[in-house]
Nanobody, 123 residues
Framework: QVQLVESGGGLVQAGGSLRLSCVTS????????MAWFRHPPGKEREFVAA????????YYADSVKGRFTISRGNVKNTVYLQMNSLKPEDTAIYYC????????????????WGQGTQVTVSS
């Protein structure tokens, strides 16, 4: 069993920055590709960013490209999401995911999910 815990969410003004963290515990003998998804109010869950743990290749949704950066931590299966130039439309619950079921990391099919952390951007 693998547990993911997100942190770093909060309330920020438009143009501000936040850094989300996702720490994994449990069966960490494996390494997992990891991703961030978000669930905006009144909308469907959407892909934000992903990182292939083996190659370190990164992938971003068009809406966050150039503003958000996903990175690996020094501790195995730890991932960060640096969010800059935040906009009100970035307001959502952000979820960390690990262990993709398919090679396309943008797909929302992951074995493990965190509980989410709220990000609110005021205008």
């Amino acid at each position: 069993q693998v547990q993911l815990v997100e942190s770093g969410g909060g309330l920020v003004q438009a143009g501000g920055s936040l850094r989300l963290s996702c720490v994994t515990s449990g069966r960490t003998e494996f390494t997992y590709s990891m991703a961030w998804f978000r669930h905006p109010p009144g909308k469907e869950r959407e892909f934000v960013a992903a990182i292939n743990w083996g190659s370190a290749d990164t992938y971003y949704a068009d809406s966050v490209k150039g503003r958000f950066t996903i990175s690996r931590g020094n501790v195995k299966n730890t991932v960060y999401l640096q969010m800059n130039s935040l906009k009100p439309e970035d307001t959502a619950i952000y979820y960390c995911a690990a262990g993709p079921k398919f090679s396309d990391l943008r797909r929302g099919d992951y074995y493990y999910w965190g509980q989410g952390t709220q990000v609110t951007v005021s205008s």
